[in-house]
């Protein structure tokens, strides 16, 4: 292995993981525990239980990869092809391992039983391999030494294929000498994703430099960008010290709106904001139907800071249950500033809450007019104390995503509120 | 395309999907979009975002497939690079396409932003590449014809790829000619998957036999069970008889509990019963945070039936909004039928509306006892008319999970009272 990173490719093979209702979830557990010992994945794939297939996959993923990992197929039936094709793809023959076909047949004995004929094959491993005892299941794993480069070969189920990859990590440890993955999840609101692209290009470009270099990733859902940042070092203080330049640069680029170094999601960050002032907040929706409410509320504890929300669909009950003024829905529509600001301070008021947020809008796909299109949102917050903001919002898409971008945009206000800026 | 099936592989590009935490889940929808055309997927593989990563992929899967679909990498940033990996793979240069770049000036000026320079990239086609038009995004996708192969570009974003797959799957279905695949979607409630499957097992049995025969696949997801039927067939009417035939087996099977044979949701199916009696719904909830609501009125034209929805978090707000008498609450506790009751009683009245929802439960963590474990929901409703029900339920999971249960299990309560049922 050279003195780059150690790049791992993952071959899952299976047909059923090639059929609508399921894919592969083992390469989940293997990257993390090949990350944790500074092995990066730079592909994986799914391939059909098809000796060929199997060979062609494994034979194009080492002309790339310094470790490939394959799982599945190693059971004793037909269409077990892994060893197989294994073998094909490095041109070493199988060879029937005494040990292993006796570790298989003791396994049968413990539970009364004689082998199959048929599990013999999975005694079988390519010349030259070192069997991974596997203690869940009768096929063994397969570390296959090629001098600069790994094959490794592990069972499909996950119970057996977990513990023989801790043991392959273990091994793949002692051949990087300890560098290892460490990574930062922030999280931004405000932006989209090619306006914040752009304000993050000069720190991309800085970030080669740095020693060691760092990684993003920029990622955008529901009116949230997610920007993963990773270097790869052997020493976890100098990781931490260009990890933590790099997120206080993109903190000085973005101020407020990067509401969350560690991952946390925006409903969390209002949760631990609203539980650190001991305040109690009351919420009134519209157009999002109880969506923010139910948001907030995916927290653990979020009883203690959350009063009440009210969805108030129709005008009748933004009157009866909010105390919204009906002239001022006949004025200015009830799609509107004042309402929303209506709508926030009645909550608040009749809740005895800290403070009150109000949300109303068009998520579509009727209702919406030339003045107010389809995704207007109009976002106020009452509180604390004397403070009142209100914006009006035009968001893209259909019903669903309407609901969520304004979901979003509520929390933000929310945060923001407690922040006391804008 | 030679006489067999025709042979399509999945290529998802994006460098967060090699991460412990994510995957390409993409790639399950293209694939069922596929079967239906009769187009089997032979591998498919994640790719991080790299030029010649992406090229080297896509030549590869050319070596072996009909179809090559990629996804993802359309983005207007650096990190996007499918379109300049497709050009290189296919030795063509990248054309910018006028009436797209247009298209996607327009959709920046509808939200009164103008076009980041970035953004033209996401003109750029490959030479003689068919645009396919993406309504809910900027990049459109690209269709590249190659004569006997084809290769095409989808977007990432699930909302902005599904609608381009189908379009795909389309255009697909011209060129295999002969058999498609037939589906139906039919969704269950009350069971659990294995229950569900146990009572399934003669019916499976039974669709071996029929002529094409029929293929079950099951899949359960927040206490609702989807059933997929389908069959391959040249003759739609020969499909149509033998699905219509198995859709009356699984109907007779499972009674009131089967609640849509068009793969309807729940709450687009609640929904369509209150428009059908022209009735009006006021929901109060406590431990689903306004998540009951939020997926109501998901629907569209859902106002004309929801008329409010109240999340009385706290005893208070139970009391204030609701109408709950104190000691009602004192007597039974927060979480009981008796105060179920008096929700669903109190909102229907306050809100001059048909049908009241109440529900009252422990999402958990916290707030369990041995008598009243986390997950234990109260589900009432009271109406139309005279009609009162109650029932207590034991979710299992964790919090987001006792959350979805019970939102499902109110919406089928609300489904049933107007069936008149139990």
């Avoid at 990733?217 to 270097?231: D, F, H, N, P, V």
């Amino acid at each position: 292995m050279g003195t780059g990173p150690v790049r791992a490719e993952i071959i899952a093979v299976g047909s059923e993981m090639l059929t609508p209702d399921r894919t592969d979830t083992n390469s989940l557990f293997v990257t993390a525990r090949l990350n944790d010992v500074g092995v990066v994945v730079q592909a994986k794939s799914v391939v059909r239980d098809d000796l060929a297939a199997v060979s062609v996959m494994l034979r194009e993923a080492l002309a790339r990869a310094d470790v490939v990992i394959l799982t599945g197929g190693l059971g004793p039936t037909d269409d077990d092809v892994t060893r197989d094709a294994a073998a094909l793809a490095l041109g070493r023959p199988l060879v029937e391992h005494g040990p292993t076909l006796q570790a298989i047949r003791a396994r049968f004995a413990s539970r009364g039983l004689t082998m199959p004929e048929i599990n013999r094959r999975q005694a079988r491993l390519v010349e030259h391999a070192l069997p991974l005892e596997n203690r869940q299941g009768t096929a063994p794993g397969q570390w296959i030494d090629l001098g600069s480069q790994v094959v490794v070969l592990l069972p499909g189920p996950p119970r057996e294929m977990q513990p023989l990859c801790e043991a392959v990590a273990a091994r793949l440890a002692e051949r990087t000498g300890g560098a290892a993955v460490f990574r930062r999840s922030l999280r931004l609101v405000g932006h989209t994703e090619s306006h914040a692209e752009e304000r993050l290009q000069p720190l991309y470009a800085r970030w080669t430099g740095t020693a060691p270099p760092v990684t993003a990733t920029i990622l955008a859902a529901r009116g949230e960008i997610e920007l993963q940042l990773s270097c790869r070092s052997t020493s976890a203080d100098d990781a931490s010290a260009v990890l933590d330049t790099a997120v206080a640069e993109v903190a000085a680029a973005f101020g407020d709106d990067l509401y969350a170094r560690d991952g946390r999601r925006l409903e969390e960050v209002v949760g631990d904001l609203l539980r650190a002032r001991a305040l109690r907040v009351a919420l009134a929706e519209s157009c999002t139907g109880g969506l923010v409410t139910s948001r907030l509320t995916d927290v653990a504890g979020s009883s203690d800071y959350v009063e009440r929300g009210v969805v108030a669909y129709s005008n009748r009950a933004k009157v009866d249950l909010l105390g919204v003024p009906e002239p001022l829905i006949a004025e200015h529509g009830a799609v509107s500033e004042a309402v929303a600001l209506a709508m926030a301070d009645g909550v608040r008021r009749l809740a005895g809450c800290d403070i009150g947020l109000g949300l109303t809008g068009i998520a579509g796909p009727g209702g919406g007019s030339e003045a107010k299109p389809v995704g207007t949102v109009a976002v106020a917050v009452c509180g604390p104390g004397p403070r009142r903001s209100v914006r009006t919002w035009r968001f893209p898409g259909g019903r669903t995503l309407v609901k969520l971008f304004a979901s979003t945009a509520a929390l933000d206000a929310l945060r923001r509120a407690m922040l006391g800026g804008g």
